[in-house]
């Protein structure tokens, strides 16, 4: 319950940071700054149909995302009978067994499927749950009327609207703060110059210990410290200009929040780009090595059951295949497509000694 409400606030967060961003660069940076104070029309005509666009599929991947149908991926297939299998596939012993969910009643559970611990439902192509795309609603059992809240994973079907959302949100800050970059700087410097010197700020916040330890640690200080000194600039000055031309704590929010998500995304977009390229899952990426080496796969057509070595990675196709996977999305009502085995796996199987042999 606790996980739920604090993955809704996350949620509520980035839908509030996405309709203000709209609202700022839309309505002040846009129209209010470039095209009527400024006049410059054509770089606020530019800015018109670049950043709000952007913000729009953003919000709109967003919600996919949360609310799509791709979210009902739940694994539901029936149990296969391994006898006629022909593709190879990663197997739970030396005779080819298939795996099974003992939280979903010993349902089958297809290879990388994950039984999500906070949605409490087995994910098929299962990557990582993820806090900040939103809660879904879903039939779980076929015969069930309500829909259940179940929260949300991001799944290998998912992952390219996952990917293509994590890369918009740094390109879309870069362009939508670069018309007040200057002024941005400038109120930053100047507010926290006078906060350090202005007796009551110092009392409250830059004397305080806990300036230290709290709100974010030595980066907070200085954050909180900032935000402070514009709150007082904007007290003591008068200001005739639009408001991003003037100090503003309510643009200075908003313009931190925007960095610290863009930065977070970035380095977020890097690691499954990387994932991506391997052909892991974040899961497969978390997992000790001794987890790997415990891993089987068996191959129908040779009668063989081999574990994996180390540093095989027994999803990786190459690099060029594994990204075209990830455009490549399972259709539940064409029945359960099996993923692809490593073919250096296949290949090490063939003519290496028999680690394990398949049940005949
Ligand atoms: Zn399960
Ligand atoms: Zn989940």
């Given at each position: 319950m606790q996980n739920r409400r604090l993955e809704t606030g996350l949620q509520l967060g980035v839908a509030t940071l996405i309709l203000s961003s709209l609202y700022l660069t839309t309505v002040e940076i846009a129209c209010n700054w470039l095209i009527v104070h400024q006049?410059?029309?054509?770089?606020?005509?530019?800015?018109?149909?670049?950043?709000?666009?952007?913000?729009?599929?953003?919000?709109?991947?967003?919600?996919?995302?949360?609310?799509?149908?791709k979210t009902h991926n739940v694994a539901l297939y029936p149990f296969p009978n391994i006898d006629e299998l022909k593709?190879?596939?990663?197997?739970?012993?030396?005779?080819?067994?298939?795996?099974?969910?003992?939280?979903?009643?010993?349902?089958?559970?297809?290879?990388?499927?994950?039984?999500?611990?906070t949605c409490d439902v087995c994910r098929l192509q299962f990557d990582h749950h993820c806090p900040w795309v939103g809660a879904a609603y879903e039939l779980v059992?076929?015969?069930?009327?309500?829909?259940?809240?179940?929260?949300?994973?991001?799944?290998?079907?998912?992952?390219?609207?996952?990917?293509?959302?994590l890369l918009i949100v740094p390109f879309t800050y870069s362009i939508a703060v670069f018309p007040i970059r200057t002024i941005l700087t400038t109120s930053i410097r100047r507010g926290l110059d006078l906060s350090q010197k202005n007796t009551w700020s110092r009392s409250i916040w830059w004397d305080w210990y806990g300036s230290w330890i709290f709100f974010g640690g030595p980066l907070g200080r200085w954050v909180y410290g900032?935000?402070?000194?514009?709150?007082?600039?904007?007290?003591?000055?008068t200001c005739d200009l639009p408001l991003v031309g003037c100090p503003s704590l309510r643009v200075l929010t908003l313009a931190i929040f925007g960095f610290i998500f863009a930065l977070f995304c970035s380095i977020l977009a890097a690691w499954t780009l990387h994932n991506i390229l391997y052909g892991i899952t974040t899961l497969d990426s978390l997992r000790s090595r001794s987890d790997l080496t415990q891993r089987l796969v068996c191959d129908p057509r040779q009668h063989k059951v081999v574990s994996l070595l180390p540093q095989e990675r027994p999803y990786d196709l190459g690099w060029r295949r594994n990204i075209a996977q990830i455009f490549h999305h399972n259709n539940p009502r064409t029945g359960y497509k099996w993923s692809s085995i490593n073919p250096r796996v296949l290949d090490r199987m063939r003519t290496s000694e028999v680690i394990e042999r398949r049940r005949d």
């Open positions: 006049r410059r029309r054509v770089l606020g005509g530019l800015y018109l149909a670049v950043v709000p666009s952007s913000i729009l599929f953003m919000g709109r991947l967003y919600v996919s995302l949360a609310v799509g149908r593709e190879p596939y990663e197997c739970t012993d030396s005779a080819g067994a298939l795996a099974t969910c003992l939280k979903c009643n010993d349902a089958w559970k297809p290879p990388r499927t994950h039984h999500c611990s059992q076929p015969c069930s009327i309500l829909p259940k809240k179940v929260g949300n994973c991001v799944t290998l079907d998912r992952l390219d609207s996952f990917l293509a959302l900032a935000a402070l000194g514009v709150y007082l600039l904007k007290k003591e000055e």
